[in-house]
């Protein structure tokens, strides 16, 4: 089983349509978690850190359950622009992240 | 602020030769990662290092790979000799100390490929 599960996808959405991503982690030991954003051929960006209390971030939402141990990155008024892969990734120790396969994301017009 | 950068961007070598890869964390940043994704797989860690020191290497897939960080500033990451299994996607990140040593920052990537 892969420490960091996430449905692959591809999520096919129309632009301004709210969309939901989850994933799910496996080390209960884990400590911080991010949401990452990964451009096709490029390098993944840190898109936002995930806290216990939840956090927006504009059009963006990620929410933390530490119990169920999911994450979850909600997407409201969807743009072209916001095509791309989401990779959920956690932190387990010695700063080293563990990374999800990613959720692709299609936007269309 | 000039981002973390790498050099090569891309490179094709054959079984057996050598590579070296160079990492160019963002500046004042003390933290420096190397991951590896292959194809059709997630990206994992390779390691870890704090300023020149080695803080984790267990990702490190065998000993035809060797990083280095001397001066603590660029790192070096040198497949010899390279297998076909090796090629991949290579990324260096860095982050900084602090609160904010979590947050990972990610260069361009080598794209490495073995034939």
Known sequence: RKEVEQ??????VPEGATVAFNCTYSNSASQSFFWY??????????????????????????QLNRASQYISLLIRDSKLSDSATY?????????KLVFGTGTRLLVSP | ??????????????????VTLRCDPISGHDNLYWYRRVMGKEIKFLLHFVKESKQDESGMPNNRFLAERTGGTYSTLKVQPAE????????????????????????????????
């Open chain 1, 37 to 62: 954003r990964q451009d096709c051929r490029k390098e993944p960006k840190l898109l936002m850190s995930v806290y216990s209390s939840g956090n927006e971030d504009g059009r963006f939402t990620a």
């Open chain 1, 87 to 95: 990779l959920c990734v956690v932190n387990n120790d010695f700063q």
């Open chain 2, 84 to 115: 076909l299994e090796d090629s991949g996607v290579y990324f260096c990140a860095s982050s900084a100390t602090g609160v904010k040593t979590y947050e990972q920052y990610f260069g361009p990537g080598t794209r490495l490929t073995v034939t």
């Open chain 2, 1 to 18: 602020e000039a981002g973390v950068t790498q050099f090569p961007s891309h490179s094709v070598i054959e079984k057996g030769q050598t």
């Open chain 1, 7 to 12: 449905d692959p996808g591809p999520f096919n």
